[in-house]
């Protein structure tokens, strides 16, 4: 199952909440910055011991003071134009995330509109690559995809159809 939900989300209590990170994983703007902050300072010091991660991939963390259980981090990729990769790394980032949680036997997961904020990814396209790696992916996971405004929320309920 797909939802669309509108708000925060840090304050979604699933199993694991999925975390728009960069390369560094010691957060930074945004929804990586408000999880940082939400979580407390366990986190950024456990995502320390991690070492970092590539675009596209993605890794599990506790979740410390959020709601949540978990966070699994992914790196998506900076928009270029289009042309260098961008969907696949877009792609592979839901599909890493999914398949930590499959890993991990989670039920329930929120993803953001991942880089669709500060790294430029146009959000109609980035909202049709989410739901087709979602739904291709065919796991038993209630997933939530977290809109932070109205604008994005129906966008992604127009990629869901």
Not at 24 to 31: A, E, I, K, M, T
Not at 59 to 77: C, E, F, Q, S
Not at 117 to 122: D, E, N, R
Request: aromatic share 4%.
């Amino acid at each position: 199952m797909i939802r669309v939900w509108q708000g925060n989300i840090t304050t979604l209590a699933v199993d694991a909440i999925v975390n728009a990170a960069n390369n560094s994983l010691l957060g930074g703007g945004g929804v990586d910055g408000a999880i940082h902050r939400a979580a407390g300072p366990g986190l950024l010091a456990e995502c320390r011991l991690i070492g970092g991660c590539p675009t596209g991939e993605a890794r599990i963390t506790r979740a410390y003071n959020l709601p949540a259980r978990h966070v699994i981090h992914t790196v998506g990729p900076v928009w270029k134009g289009g042309a260098a990769g961008e969907d696949d790394l877009l792609a592979a980032a839901y599909r890493n995330s999914l398949a930590l949680a499959r890993d991990h036997a989670l039920s329930s997961i929120a993803f953001p509109a991942i880089s669709t904020g500060i790294y430029g990814f146009p959000t109609g396209r980035a909202a049709r690559i989410a739901v087709d790696t979602i739904r291709d992916h065919r796991a038993a996971l209630q997933v939530t995809l977290v809109a932070f405004d109205a604008g994005t929320a129906q966008i992604l309920e127009e990629a869901l159809g």
